[in-house]
């Protein structure tokens, strides 16, 4: 009875160990899974905003070199 219990003892250690290690894996699949989606999108927004600020410069020079012309009427 003794050795049963024991045997039974190991065999839930052993299954826990495995939920654990199989648990670990899969939420590190997770976190790669959803790092990747958001760096690609990160990645997308920055170079969108990147576009933008270089609209916005070009814009305010524009507006800059309009200022200084002489007005003609």
Known sequence: MVKQKTINS???MINNLASLVYNKGLRE???E???EKYEQR???LVGANNELMS???Q???VRK???LAPNEV
């Open 10 to 12: 190991k065999k839930k």
């Open 29 to 31: 699949q997770i976190k």
């Open 33 to 35: 899974y959803w790092k």
């Open 42 to 44: 990160i990645d997308y």
């Open 55 to 57: 609209e916005l410069e």
């Open 59 to 61: 814009y305010e020079r």
């Open 65 to 67: 070199i309009d200022e």
